[in-house]
Every structure is written in structure tokens, then in C-alpha cells.
């Protein structure tokens, strides 16, 4: 029998102080009934389902209320997907209780009762997610309510997570017999220097304490005995564990790369924010993926240690891992070699499970903060209806039996290549080469185009950067032999003429964004590669007062303009898998010849500096923008896309913005009419890019502090390096003719 696909919401319902976060509302998930639809697609067999305690009674001695929950199951048995119910996933349940309530495991078998009598159906269940690290989020460390951190708090909500879990089976298996528990844990492993090989062991064996205690593992002989006594814990309750005959029917393994920790005695190597220590030795607590030389084991090292541990039936319960798609689809198509390569080792590995399907909010700051981050997965909510990834399209293969054939896949993940290690290495460096099929980049001396070469790097993607001697985009011989030489999956074209007001007299800018783009697209389309073209908000006429979207009519004031929209239909209509990317108004980190640099470099140097008032733009931020077109280009993405920074402002708004951002002189900063800026080019004086396809980039006041966290004032150009007029353009430097 081959594994099965599993899959779930991101369904995490936690408490910081007296604020519930909710995952289920923050994806909208929570309001999609034909999510479900989306996820049966894919060939899954059973769906964790989130029927979670929070959110079903909101009163304690009120009703439980069914209404969400009622349409979605019956959806799912029309759908044939079976579901996995699970009733606490990183909370501490509702208002009235919390983790270390000694009525908590009570409570909790109470509502798992109620739940089994409502859905009597239902064979499978998690009472409690990941027991173990939410005791050590709320009990430990502190982050999550009630917001302790010592070892009795720990203990105490971890056997009350435990016990209500034993209860929970209890109640459920009164109503329906064979019902059945898949219990999930983070079963992060921690490595360390040899001094501190003592600690290791004690964190490596706490790791295994929720799936020991419900499999009666945890007698007076076990290694944390004297450490739960010690804190707090009773004999007779640990006994309970014993008597209970509660093991897991199968055990839930989740692992990630931020849960695999190392241990360092050289704190001299690390910033003191990492440095901490347990009363008798400091120490560097870190990621073991930036400080060990030696490749993690992750999934398939996690689940055979659990096959030997227990001998029970095991599945991988959550693969996510938010980061840039390609490594998303690295990290699954891994997780399910590794899944595989385990069964076939003799382990009963029944299942892997595409987690938080409709991506996750906040976990960049461990869900304590309520900030929007948004990292998406196999949908993206940004769109409405969420827009399929790259990663959907995976794992709908894996779960119809068909071989994943993504180009991307061949390379190995940013967790096996050297550039992981973010310290100085403990142990020999292992690493694995950059490998597959390479993008093509055009526009080497460009902005842009040197921007995607420095991200492709970081992201794992081989790639070729090209100067116009070796692939003239206007030139059907040169692109011919240029494809046939690299072999490319995809071409980017950054390449192009930028100068908006010579275009109006100057013929290369028709051949440059005009004929090249069309031979580009006509080698590209018959050779089945894709293809990313970059096109303008100059566009458009300015006519509107609200952003313009993929759909508004295109119609061009200028020359520049009129050779960007013929590139669109060109592609359009010959190439109708390529990807147009319309931008606007460059700034960024890695060149200093845009409008933000210039700007602020006169502000610090207390010289008065004129924008235009009456036009406006929308301000992009050349890392967010690259980032944004390859994952688009990863999904498959055609047509055209408006990617710019959410957020529109004058240029004389935007130097304001930069300069107050900056804590320079606002007051330096003039503005003036466009026209008195000798822009021979006519301007839409309105400009602004909104999208309807989805809105994917941060916001305009996000990205600029990022780039003034990445770029010092040191390393503002000099005083007139580049004239005024020329800034005050639409700045399109994406790349510039070789």
C-alpha cells in the first residue's frame, strides 16, 4: 500500500495575554466552505480537521456551537476525505481555563465528549497538537499564555495536556470503539559542543516525554522520572500514564528546520541575544542548519528513530516550511523521498501530511504578535479565490501517484548548501552542489538584472547572466543560439532601453522593448520555455484616480510607453504562457542610481531637494519585486501581473516619506510641477499599480525601512553623480543597453 497524502489548515488558535490568535480567520479559511474542495483535489485520503475547543464554545456553561463545523464535515463525506479531528492545536483552551487549571484535562474530555456525540463518524482524532512544545511555548519560555517559565509550569501544562488527552480517547471511544489516536509531536533533535553533551541529552530525551507517557514508557526507571518529581509532578499522577493503556495508534512526527537546535560553547561566535545557559554552564542556543557541518537528518533520521522508540504505525503530520516557493517544494518533495525510503526500510510509515495548506500569519514572531506576515504554501489568500502555487501542483502529483517533474527540484535545499552556515562551522562542512536546469538573465549591466542574478543565487537556482554580445534580444540568431547553448527552463528579460525621455527621438528604444521581447517570445514559445518580460505603469494615461489593474485598457502618452504596451500583445497573443510583469519607480539596496538613494544623499548633505507634486507613482523595492516574479515564475504564473509595493505617493511624498523614515529634514524637500523638471516625455499623472490577480508585494512604508536598514548612510553616492531631471523619471532602470 503506498503512503497517502494528508493535508490541513494551519489551525492554530493560541493565547497571548487575553488575545486569541486565529489562524483559521487570519487565511479566511474559516469562511471558504469550498476550501475543502481544493484540498480533495489534491488525492488526499484524510484532512486534519480543525475542530477546535476555542472555537466551538465560547461560554462555559454556554452551548457548543456546531454551525461551522456542521457543512464542512458533511463536505468532506461527500468529498469521500476522511477526517482527522483535533480539538487543541497550541492553545490552552477557552477563556475560563488554561494550561495549568487542574481542571483542564477535564474540561477537555468534556467538550472531546461532545464532539464524539455530534460526529460519532469520526475515527480519528488529536485531543491535543504537539503537547510537548506548546508546554514548553507556555510554560517554559513564556511566550504563550498563561505566560510562565519555570520547570514546574512546564511539567504541570504538559501532564495536564497528557491526561486530558488520555480522557479525551476515554470519553470519544464510549461513542464509537474503534476510534483511533494520532498523536503529533515537534521532535526537533539538539546537538551540541562536548562540554555540553549533559544538556543535549536531557533536551533529546525530554523531546520523546509526550509519546513516552501515553505509551507507559515513563516508570520510575525512565531518565526524566526524578525530573518531573522534582518538579512538581505526583507519583500517583505518573502512574496514571501506566494504567492508562492509551498509546498512540499512530505517532504524528513534525520537524522543522528552526526545531533542530545546537548547543554552543564558543559564545564568543554569537551575538548576546543567543546567549543564554541553564544556572550552570552559558551557552549559545542556535540553529542547527547555520552552525553544524554535518547535513541534518530531518524527517527520515526523526521518523526511523520513532519506528525503533515505539514500533507503532507512524506518519509525518506537518511539512511546511516558509521560505521562497522552490525551497518549499524542496523541503516536501524531500519530506516524501524521505517517507518512502523509511517504509521501504521496514518502518509502517502510513502517510505524510501537507501542512498550514493555505499558508500561516505571524510565525515569524511565534504567533505573540499580530503583524500580518504572511507566509504562504500551497494557496495563496493574497488572491481571491486563493491562487494555486507551484507547491499545489506538487503535491496533487504525490498524491495521484505521478512523478514530480518541476525543474526546480533538482537542486538541493538551502538546508544542504554551504551558504546555510551562518557561523563558524562545528565539525567538517558537508554540502551538496548546485545542480538542474538553468534560467537564462538578460541585462547584465543592469539594475535589475543583476538583482535577479544576486537573489537566484541566494535562492538555490542556477542561472546564467548575459551581456547583449551573448544573447541580442532583437535578434532571432542570437537568441537561437543562445537557448540551444544554455538549455534553459525559463528566460528572464531584463534587458531594455530605460531613458524614457530620449526614447521619444531614439529608434533603439522600439528594437530594445519592442522587437526583442516579440524574437524572444516566438524562441521561447516554440521551445516550450517559459518566459518573464518586464513592462511599465507608463502604460497607462493617467486618466484614472484609483490604481489600475491587470484588466484597465492600456493606453500610452509616450514613446516609451507605446513600445512596452506592443510587447504586451505581442506576448499576449504569441506567447500566451509567458509572464509580463508591469513595475514602476525603482528603488533599492545594491544600486545607488535611483530616486530614494539620490534623494536622501542630498538631504544629509542639507541641500534642498525638488520632486514633482503631480505625479503619481508607485514606489517598488527591487528586492521585493524579484522575489515576487520568481516565485510567480516558479508557479507557473502567465499574463500579465502589476507587482509594486502596496502604497501610492507622489515623488515628492515618497523623498518625504524616505527622508522622515531617515529621522532627515522633511522641510528640505520641495515640491514642484512635473513639467518644470524638463521631461520632453508626456507623464500620466496618475500612475499608480493596484492588482486584481493578488496583491503579493509588502507595503510601500515596510520596504523602505528595509532598505534603509540595508543601506548605510555611508553609502550614498556622491553630490551630482547623477542630474535631478533623470531621477525624476519613472526609473525604470531594470537594466541598461550593454
Same mark, same amino acid.
Given at each position: 500500500m503506498?503512503?497517502?497524502?494528508?493535508?490541513?489548515?494551519?489551525?492554530?488558535?493560541?493565547?497571548?495575554?487575553?488575545?486569541?490568535?486565529?489562524?483559521?480567520?487570519?487565511?479566511?479559511?474559516?469562511?471558504?466552505?469550498?476550501?475543502?474542495?481544493?484540498?480533495?483535489?489534491?488525492g488526499?485520503?484524510?484532512?486534519?480537521?480543525p475542530?477546535?475547543?476555542?472555537?466551538?464554545?465560547?461560554?462555559?456553561?454556554?452551548?457548543?456551537?456546531?454551525?461551522?463545523?456542521? =457543512?464542512?464535515?458533511?463536505?468532506?463525506?461527500?468529498?469521500?476525505?476522511a477526517?482527522?479531528?483535533?480539538?487543541?492545536?497550541?492553545?490552552?483552551?477557552?477563556?475560563?481555563?488554561?494550561?495549568?487549571?487542574?481542571?483542564?484535562?477535564?474540561?477537555?474530555?468534556?467538550?472531546?465528549?461532545?464532539?464524539?456525540?455530534?460526529?460519532?463518524?469520526?475515527?480519528?482524532?488529536?485531543?491535543?497538537?504537539?503537547?510537548?512544545?506548546?508546554?514548553?511555548?507556555s510554560?517554559?519560555?513564556?511566550?504563550?499564555?498563561?505566560?510562565?517559565?519555570?520547570?514546574?509550569?512546564?511539567v504541570?501544562a504538559?501532564?495536564?495536556?497528557?491526561?486530558?488527552?488520555?480522557?479525551?480517547?476515554?470519553?470519544?471511544?464510549?461513542?464509537?470503539?474503534?476510534?483511533?489516536?494520532?498523536?503529533?509531536e515537534?521532535?526537533?533533535?539538539?546537538?551540541?559542543?562536548?562540554?555540553?553533551?549533559?544538556?543535549?541529552?536531557?533536551e533529546?530525551?525530554?523531546?520523546?516525554?509526550?509519546?513516552?507517557?501515553?505509551?507507559?514508557?515513563?516508570?520510575?526507571?525512565?531518565?526524566?522520572?526524578?525530573?518531573?518529581?522534582?518538579?512538581?509532578?505526583?507519583?500517583?499522577?505518573?502512574?496514571?500514564?501506566?494504567?492508562?493503556?492509551?498509546?498512540?495508534?499512530?505517532?504524528?512526527?513534525?520537524?522543522?528546520?528552526?526545531?533542530?537546535?545546537?548547543?554552543?560553547d564558543?559564545?564568543?561566535?554569537?551575538?548576546?541575544?543567543?546567549?543564554?545557559?541553564?544556572?550552570?554552564?552559558?551557552?549559545?542556543?542556535?540553529?542547527?542548519?547555520?552552525?553544524?557541518?554535518?547535513?541534518?537528518?530531518?524527517?527520515?533520521?526523526?521518523?526511523?528513530?520513532?519506528?525503533?522508540?515505539?514500533?507503532?504505525?507512524?506518519?509525518?503530520?506537518?511539512?511546511?516550511?516558509?521560505?521562497?516557493?522552490?525551497?518549499?517544494?524542496?523541503?516536501?518533495?524531500?519530506?516524501?523521498?524521505a517517507?518512502?525510503?523509511?517504509?521501504?526500510a521496514?518502518?509502517?510509515?502510513?502517510?505524510?501530511?501537507?501542512?498550514?495548506a493555505?499558508?500561516?500569519?505571524?510565525?515569524?514572531?511565534?504567533?505573540?504578535?499580530?503583524?500580518?506576515?504572511?507566509?504562504?504554501?500551497?494557496?495563496d489568500?493574497?488572491?481571491?479565490?486563493?491562487?494555486?502555487?507551484?507547491?499545489?501542483?506538487?503535491?496533487?502529483?504525490?498524491?495521484?501517484?505521478?512523478?514530480?517533474?518541476? =525543474?526546480?527540484?533538482d537542486?538541493?535545499?538551502?538546508?544542504?548548501?554551504?551558504?546555510?552556515?551562518?557561523?563558524?562551522?562545528?565539525?567538517?562542512?558537508?554540502?551538496?552542489p548546485?545542480?538542474?536546469?538553468?534560467?537564462?538573465?538578460t541585462?547584465?549591466?543592469?539594475?535589475l538584472?543583476?538583482?535577479?542574478?544576486?537573489?537566484?543565487e541566494?535562492?538555490?537556482?542556477?542561472?546564467?547572466?548575459?551581456?547583449?554580445?551573448?544573447?541580442?534580444?532583437?535578434e532571432?540568431?542570437?537568441?537561437?543560439?543562445?537557448?540551444?547553448?544554455w538549455?534553459?527552463?525559463?528566460?528572464?528579460?531584463?534587458?531594455?532601453?530605460?531613458?524614457?525621455?530620449?526614447?521619444?527621438?531614439?529608434a533603439?528604444?522600439?528594437?530594445?522593448?519592442?522587437?526583442?521581447?516579440?524574437?524572444?517570445?516566438?524562441?521561447?514559445?516554440?521551445?516550450?520555455?517559459?518566459?518573464?518580460?518586464?513592462?511599465?505603469?507608463?502604460?497607462?494615461?493617467?486618466?484614472?484616480?484609483?490604481?489600475?489593474?491587470?484588466?484597465?485598457?492600456?493606453?500610452?502618452?509616450?514613446?516609451y510607453g507605446?513600445?512596452?504596451?506592443?510587447?504586451e500583445?505581442?506576448?499576449?497573443q504569441h506567447?500566451?504562457?509567458?509572464?509580463?510583469?508591469?513595475?514602476?519607480?525603482?528603488?533599492?539596496?545594491?544600486?545607488?542610481?535611483?530616486?530614494?538613494?539620490h534623494?536622501?544623499?542630498a538631504?544629509?548633505?542639507?541641500?534642498?531637494w525638488?520632486?514633482?507634486?503631480?505625479?503619481?507613482?508607485?514606489?517598488?523595492?527591487?528586492?521585493?519585486?524579484?522575489?515576487?516574479?520568481?516565485d510567480?515564475?516558479?508557479?507557473?504564473?502567465?499574463?500579465?501581473w502589476?507587482?509594486?509595493?502596496?502604497?501610492?505617493?507622489?515623488?515628492?511624498?515618497?523623498?518625504?516619506?524616505?527622508?522622515?523614515?531617515?529621522?532627515?529634514d522633511?522641510?528640505?524637500?520641495?515640491?514642484?510641477?512635473?513639467?518644470?523638471?524638463?521631461q520632453?516625455?508626456?507623464?500620466?499623472?496618475?500612475?499608480v499599480?493596484?492588482?486584481?490577480?493578488?496583491?503579493?508585494?509588502?507595503?510601500?512604508?515596510?520596504?523602505l525601512?528595509?532598505y534603509?536598514?540595508?543601506?548605510?548612510?555611508?553609502?550614498?553616492?556622491?553630490?551630482?553623480?547623477?542630474?535631478?531631471?533623470?531621477?525624476?523619471?519613472?526609473?525604470e532602470a531594470?537594466?541598461?543597453?550593454?
Amino acid at each position: 500500500m503506498a503512503i497517502e497524502l494528508w493535508a490541513g489548515p494551519e489551525c492554530t488558535v493560541n493565547r497571548v495575554g487575553d488575545r486569541f490568535h486565529d489562524q483559521l480567520r487570519a487565511s479566511g479559511f474559516a469562511e471558504r466552505l469550498d476550501d475543502l474542495d481544493r484540498l480533495a483535489a489534491l488525492g488526499i485520503r484524510r484532512m486534519r480537521f480543525p475542530l477546535v475547543w476555542e472555537r466551538t464554545q465560547a461560554q462555559r456553561d454556554g452551548p457548543y456551537d456546531w454551525d461551522w463545523s456542521d =457543512p464542512r464535515l458533511a463536505r468532506l463525506r461527500e468529498l469521500g476525505v476522511a477526517p482527522i479531528a483535533g480539538l487543541l492545536h497550541h492553545g490552552s483552551g477557552p477563556m475560563w481555563t488554561s494550561l495549568v487549571d487542574p481542571a483542564f484535562p477535564e474540561l477537555l474530555a468534556e467538550f472531546a465528549a461532545a464532539a464524539a456525540r455530534r460526529y460519532p463518524d469520526i475515527d480519528a482524532w488529536t485531543p491535543v497538537n504537539e503537547p510537548l512544545t506548546t508546554a514548553r511555548f507556555s510554560g517554559l519560555y513564556g511566550h504563550w499564555y498563561p505566560h510562565r517559565a519555570d520547570d514546574v509550569s512546564f511539567v504541570r501544562a504538559l501532564l495536564n495536556q497528557m491526561r486530558g488527552t488520555v480522557l479525551a480517547m476515554r470519553a470519544i471511544r464510549k461513542v464509537n470503539p474503534r476510534a483511533t489516536l494520532v498523536q503529533t509531536e515537534d521532535l526537533g533533535c539538539v546537538t551540541s559542543s562536548p562540554s555540553l553533551q549533559y544538556q543535549a541529552d536531557f533536551e533529546n530525551l525530554r523531546r520523546w516525554l509526550s509519546f513516552d507517557l501515553l505509551a507507559g514508557r515513563v516508570t520510575p526507571d525512565h531518565g526524566l522520572w526524578g525530573y518531573l518529581r522534582g518538579s512538581g509532578a505526583t507519583e500517583e499522577e505518573l502512574r496514571f500514564f501506566l494504567e492508562a493503556d492509551c498509546p498512540p495508534d499512530i505517532v504524528g512526527i513534525n520537524s522543522y528546520l528552526t526545531s533542530e537546535r545546537h548547543l554552543d560553547d564558543r559564545i564568543d561566535l554569537y551575538p548576546p541575544e543567543l546567549v543564554g545557559g541553564n544556572g550552570r554552564q552559558r551557552y549559545a542556543d542556535v540553529e542547527t542548519v547555520r552552525v553544524r557541518g554535518a547535513l541534518l537528518g530531518s524527517f527520515e533520521a526523526r521518523l526511523a528513530e520513532a519506528g525503533e522508540r515505539y514500533g507503532l504505525p507512524l506518519a509525518i503530520t506537518e511539512v511546511h516550511l516558509g521560505c521562497s516557493r522552490e525551497e518549499q517544494m524542496r523541503w516536501l518533495h524531500q519530506a516524501w523521498q524521505a517517507a518512502n525510503r523509511v517504509r521501504a526500510a521496514g518502518h509502517d510509515v502510513r502517510a505524510l501530511t501537507c501542512w498550514a495548506a493555505f499558508g500561516s500569519f505571524d510565525w515569524d514572531s511565534l504567533v505573540t504578535r499580530a503583524q500580518g506576515h504572511y507566509e504562504p504554501a500551497l494557496w495563496d489568500v493574497r488572491s481571491t479565490p486563493p491562487r494555486p502555487t507551484a507547491l499545489a501542483r506538487l503535491a496533487s502529483q504525490l498524491g495521484h501517484g505521478e512523478a514530480p517533474d518541476h =525543474p526546480v527540484l533538482d537542486a538541493p535545499g538551502w538546508w544542504q548548501r554551504e551558504s546555510r552556515l551562518r557561523y563558524r562551522a562545528h565539525g567538517h562542512v558537508h554540502a551538496l552542489p548546485l545542480r538542474g536546469r538553468p534560467l537564462l538573465i538578460t541585462g547584465a549591466t543592469g539594475t535589475l538584472g543583476r538583482a535577479f542574478a544576486r537573489m537566484c543565487e541566494l535562492r538555490g537556482l542556477p542561472f546564467h547572466l548575459l551581456r547583449r554580445t551573448e544573447l541580442d534580444v532583437a535578434e532571432p540568431a542570437s537568441v537561437r543560439a543562445a537557448l540551444e547553448r544554455w538549455q534553459p527552463w525559463a528566460v528572464i528579460n531584463t534587458a531594455g532601453y530605460v531613458r524614457v525621455d530620449d526614447a521619444e527621438q531614439d529608434a533603439r528604444c522600439w528594437r530594445e522593448n519592442a522587437v526583442g521581447p516579440a524574437a524572444l517570445a516566438r524562441a521561447c514559445a516554440a521551445d516550450g520555455i517559459r518566459l518573464v518580460n518586464f513592462s511599465s505603469d507608463l502604460v497607462f494615461d493617467g486618466r484614472k484616480s484609483s490604481p489600475y489593474v491587470e484588466s484597465d485598457e492600456a493606453r500610452p502618452l509616450n514613446a516609451y510607453g507605446r513600445a512596452k504596451r506592443e510587447a504586451e500583445i505581442h506576448l499576449l497573443q504569441h506567447a500566451p504562457d509567458a509572464l509580463t510583469i508591469r513595475t514602476a519607480a525603482f528603488f533599492g539596496p545594491w544600486d545607488e542610481h535611483n530616486f530614494v538613494t539620490h534623494a536622501l544623499a542630498a538631504l544629509r548633505r542639507n541641500q534642498p531637494w525638488q520632486a514633482a507634486n503631480d505625479q503619481w507613482v508607485s514606489p517598488t523595492y527591487v528586492p521585493d519585486l524579484v522575489q515576487a516574479t520568481l516565485d510567480l515564475l516558479v508557479d507557473g504564473e502567465s499574463g500579465i501581473w502589476h507587482l509594486a509595493n502596496r502604497g501610492a505617493a507622489t515623488w515628492c511624498e515618497l523623498a518625504a516619506m524616505a527622508a522622515d523614515r531617515a529621522g532627515l529634514d522633511t522641510g528640505l524637500v520641495q515640491g514642484v510641477p512635473g513639467a518644470s523638471l524638463g521631461q520632453p516625455a508626456a507623464r500620466p499623472r496618475y500612475s499608480v499599480l493596484g492588482s486584481e490577480r493578488g496583491l503579493v508585494m509588502p507595503s510601500l512604508e515596510e520596504a523602505l525601512d528595509r532598505y534603509l536598514a540595508e543601506v548605510p548612510p555611508s553609502a550614498c553616492p556622491p553630490q551630482a553623480a547623477v542630474a535631478p531631471e533623470v531621477l525624476h523619471e519613472t526609473l525604470e532602470a531594470a537594466s541598461a543597453l550593454p
